[in-house]
């Protein structure tokens, strides 16, 4: 009886432990044409509206490192993220866009991902992070 209450403990703590874990996601940026600005590093969850900004879960705006800029985003429970970035060359807080829609901005998104006419989705850039990962966008 007494290996029973120590069994059902350590499987109850196990449990809760896991649930509650975090990792750490860097996002490395590649690509970078010039020091200009800053690079906005937007992390979104599933129900988050993807990849518009301010609907972000996380953002972050990172001074220009020419050819690559790099941030981590720290303590994140461990779930599904999808991350979108731009150049802010002008540091005016938004993705430049010229007169029919298409960005002035260099940008890209997690796993590379591309859409053909518009941002992909989120699930085409979802990242599943289980443990401390790095990853590299490419911008353009």
Known sequence: MKHSIYFVFFLFT??????DATSD????VTNVSNSKGKI???????????????KQYKG???????????YTFENLNNS?????????ENENGILDKNLVGAPTEA????????????APSFDEAKIDLKSNKAIEIWIK
Not at 25 to 28: F, M, P
């Open 14 to 19: 196990s449990f809760c432990w896991e649930k």
């Open 25 to 28: 996601l860097t996002v490395t």
């Open 40 to 54: 906005s590093f937007g992390l979104f969850r599933k129900g988050d509206s993807f990849p518009i900004k301010g």
């Open 60 to 70: 972050v705006f990172i001074k220009t490192t020419k050819p690559s800029t790099k």
């Open 80 to 88: 599904v993220y999808a991350v979108a970035i731009f150049h802010d």
């Open 107 to 118: 940008y890209g998104f997690s796993r590379n991902a591309r859409g053909t006419f518009s």
